[in-house]
């Protein structure tokens, strides 16, 4: 079974400073797909950036982007250049080529806060 | 297009009673799931479905029923509610197809069994 692990529950950001969370998961497939979801105190789930495991190059999205290291079973979000509207709880999430559509294993979830 | 709604928002239940948690969308998509929200847990896969008919359990089934009779409409069934049914729950669609396609998620629906 494949599984994600986000080990810091908390992280707090200055505001207009760069922050990273980190993410680790297990598997033994070859082809999969990794996420990273934020979910603001509306509780609504926002995707905001993924990352296909047969694509080298680190996907970004603005201020977000990844650093995805395959072999090592690493995927880490750092957010450049905080806003208050950051502040979050944010998720990594995994699910396999196969019933990739229905199917997401999240980790625990860290709770990101931005210090004006 | 109202995308994923769920209701109700919010309720409130005595261990024992039954209940149905509503998920409908509007965007014909084919593969639907729930999810349930603990704290400290992340989210978790109750059941999903890859179309009408067709359902399958993922993670934590137990104690939660489902049907698709429909392809816009996907209902948890909770038979008899136990307080380790408290979460969030959460409904996803996402189209079928080759490849990843994003799941659009729900607003939730906070239960609380007493």
């Known amino acids: 079974a494949q599984t994600v692990t986000q080990s810091q529950p908390e992280m707090s950001v200055q505001e207009a400073e760069t922050v990273t969370l980190s993410c680790t998961y297990d598997?033994?497939?070859?082809?999969?797909?990794l996420f990273w979801y934020k979910q603001p105190p509306s509780r609504q789930m926002i995707l905001v950036i993924r990352q296909e495991a047969y694509k080298q190059q680190n996907a970004t999205e603005n201020r977000f982007s990844v650093n995805f290291q395959k072999a090592a079973k690493s995927f880490s979000l750092k957010i450049s250049d905080s806003q208050l509207g950051d502040a979050a709880m944010y998720f990594c999430a995994y699910t396999g080529r196969i019933g990739a559509n229905s199917k997401l294993t999240f980790g625990k979830g860290i709770t990101l806060s931005v210090r004006p | 297009n109202a995308g994923v709604t769920q209701t109700p928002k919010f309720q409130v239940l005595k261990t024992g009673q039954s209940m149905t948690l509503q998920c409908a969308q509007d965007?014909?998509?084919?593969?639907m799931s729930w999810y349930r929200q603990d704290p400290g847990m992340g989210l978790r896969l109750i059941h999903y479905?890859?179309?009408?008919?067709?359902?399958d359990q993922g993670e934590v089934p137990n104690g939660y029923n489902v049907s698709r009779s429909t392809t816009e409409d996907f209902p948890l069934r909770l038979l008899s509610a136990a307080p380790s049914q408290t979460s969030v729950y959460f409904c996803?669609?996402?189209?079928?197809?080759?490849?990843?396609?994003?799941?659009?998620f729900g607003p939730g629906t906070r239960l609380t069994v007493l």
């Open positions: 996803a669609s996402s189209p079928s197809g080759r490849g990843f396609n994003e799941q659009f």
């Open positions: 479905s890859v179309g009408a008919g067709i359902t």
């Open positions: 598997t033994s497939e070859s082809d999969y797909y």
């Open positions: 965007m014909n998509h084919e593969y």
